[in-house]
């Protein structure tokens, strides 16, 4: 029985119209007589699944013809390394905003890779808020800005993005690329693991400013290149092609649904649903976010006690929820409502919660 309330923040829930229409066409892929797994990734039919996901990306977050859309593998993870790997050149600085421990992880492997420098942190407050006020001190050597957009493990997120002008801003949007509408021209690269908000492990979504690809030096591991990578169209070598499959009947169900702005509009009511509960709880409930910080997409709180945040988890996995627990890096609880986290399932948490805190308050 498909009945788990799932929170997890990754890999996550996928909308049930996604895994039946997989599973529809598991056997035999549009006549094919094979599996979608089981297709060359060289054949038309394989083609035109990759191309559609481009063209519904395209299309949900209107991404201008400047930019190329790359399919790769080694999660957000290695898009830490390639970044520098093809943006930064010696005589460089790239510039790191730390807003977490994703955010400190992509600069830790800049650190290898060339010159660089922490633009702004909140690492002072245990990162419950979104840094601001920047400024770069040599705009010319400058080589790009990366932010990560979403702080899944802390519950940060940015409303509104810095702008440093004729300076590449890239951002690591692997927790929230497509829970809003955003302005693709804001950025110079965006990547987006695709295990959270967008289908399942295995693909990495980039979107890159082509002017960018001739920064790619040849000397670089071609795996490595994105502008191997973009004259192959992803197809340098075999793509992880259930992922792309998968990501791409995800898309269709975002378009069907009435796009991002939909999206949006059902993300903001499921998390000021949730925020309303932690504030309205006297501080039964104690989110870690500062407001004006809070993420739509992992809301993240504590209870007054170490003991009451343990009896709450416990309850809450008896229950049937899953996912609630913190990263491990932080503990407390953590609720991911992506865009397939149905708001009935966010309804039923809040009955939970105000009947927990109704218990012992
Ligand atoms: C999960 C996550 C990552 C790591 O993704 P992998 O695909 O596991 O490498 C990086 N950045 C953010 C913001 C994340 O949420």
Known sequence: MR??????????????????????NLLDFNGTGMSIMELSHRSDVYGSIQQDAKSLLQKLLDIPPEFDILFLQGGASL?????????????????????????????????????????????????????????IPDKNSAAFVHLTSNNTIY?????????????????????????????INQFD?????????????????????KSLLERS????PAMLNYQIHSQNQSLYNTPPTFSIYI???????????????????????????LYETIDKSNGFF????????????????NLVTEELTQKFLQEALDYGFIGLNGHRSIGGCR?????????????????????FRRKLQ
Do not use: C
């Open 335 to 355: 609720v991911s409502i992506y865009n397939a986290v149905p708001l009935s399932h966010v309804q039923i948490l809040i009955n939970f919660m105000d009947e």
């Open 247 to 273: 990501l791409y009947l995800v898309l269709k169900w975002i378009d069907q649904m009435g796009g991002v702005n939909e999206m949006e509009k059902l993300n903001i009511e499921k998390a000021t649903t």
């Open 155 to 183: 519950g940060t997120e940015w409303r509104n993005y810095p702008s440093f002008p004729s300076i590449p801003l890239v951002a690591d949007m692997s927790s929230d690329l497509l829970s809003k509408k955003i302005d």
């Open 189 to 209: 690269l965006i990547y987006a693991g695709a295990q959270k908000n967008l289908g399942t492990a295995g693909v990495t979504v980039v979107f890159i400013r």
């Open 79 to 135: 898009q830490f390394s390639m970044i520098p790997m093809n943006l930064l050149s010696p005589n460089q600085t790239a510039y790191y905003i730390l807003s977490g421990v994703w955010a400190e992880k992509a600069f830790n492997e800049a650190k290898k890779n060339g010159k660089t420098a922490i633009l702004a942190s909140s690492k002072d407050k245990n990162y419950n808020y979104i840094p601001s006020n920047f400024s």
């Open 3 to 24: 009945n788990a309330l799932n929170f997890n923040a990754g890999p996550s829930a996928l909308p049930i119209d996604v895994l039946r229409e997989a599973q529809q």
């Open 286 to 301: 104690i989110g870690h976010a500062e407001n004006n910080s809070r993420s739509r997409m992992n809301v993240t709180f």
């Open 217 to 220: 030096k040849a000397t670089l």
